[in-house]
């Protein structure tokens, strides 16, 4: 059973960087997939973030990919989630979850992790 | 930049036929795939690829996707489908694109 785990503080202050970790058990990054990272404000819709290729081949969402940086760690099978000069407008609810191939959907998911930007 | 538009909300009486919309630019060239979210949980997949249902979703859900506008269809809708329902789809200019979801709520 595919399981994915996102870890990482749940408070940041505004203009640092936001900085997540999405462990992955019962299947090796390395085999292949695309993995990637969704955000949901409160209250609010899904935004993608971007995802990261096992091989490290990276793509991000347009209006974000100044401030992103997504990069995978094969021998921990886990991937990780950088935003930088974070605002309030970056509070949500942040998930990790797995694509394989980019025309698909995403099949597992995290269960979450709430990330607030506040000082 | 690609964009998907879906109705904010949707009622449906128990027992009968709730439609969700889903709106973009030639969208029925596109493979669609749609995800229900309820409170506090991460989203589940529903239908993916325009009209194919993982295991463990039950028949009543199914889904068509022609010319401008893809649809989730929800049969004999029940209690346990109030949640928030999402279209996502892949543009080669934007990437991956999830719609704004839809509120299901069943009467």
């Known amino acids: 059973q595919v399981q994915l785990q996102e870890s990482g503080p749940g408070l940041v202050k505004p203009s640092e960087t936001l900085s997540l970790t999405c462990a992955v058990s019962?299947?090796?990054?390395?085999?292949?997939?695309?993995w990637g990272w969704i955000r949901q404000p409160p209250g609010k819709g899904l935004e993608w973030i971007g995802s990261i290729y096992h091989s490290g081949s990276t793509y991000y969402n347009p209006s974000l990919k100044s401030r992103v940086t997504i990069s995978v760690d094969t021998s921990k099978n886990q991937f990780s989630l950088k935003l930088s000069s974070v605002t309030a407008a970056d509070t949500a609810v942040y998930y990790c979850a797995r694509q394989p191939t980019v025309v698909t959907p995403y099949d597992y998911w995290g269960q979450g992790t709430l990330v607030t930007v506040s000082s | 930049s690609y964009e998907l538009t879906q109705p904010l909300s949707v009622s449906v009486a128990l027992g009968q036929t709730a439609r969700i919309t889903c709106g973009g630019n030639?969208?029925?060239?596109?493979?669609v795939h749609w995800y229900q979210q309820k409170p506090g949980q991460a989203p589940v997949l529903v239908i993916y690829r325009d009209s194919n249902r993982p295991s463990g979703i039950p028949e009543r859900f199914s889904g068509s996707n022609s010319g401008n506008t893809a649809t989730l269809t929800i049969s004999r809708a029940q209690a346990g489908d109030e949640a928030d329902y999402y279209c996502?789809?892949?543009?080669?200019?934007?990437?991956?694109?999830f719609g704004g979801g839809t509120k299901l709520t069943v009467l």
């Open positions: 019962g299947y090796s990054i390395s085999s292949g997939y695309y």
């Open positions: 030639n969208i029925g060239s596109k493979n």
């Open positions: 996502q789809v892949w543009d080669s200019s934007t990437a991956v694109v």
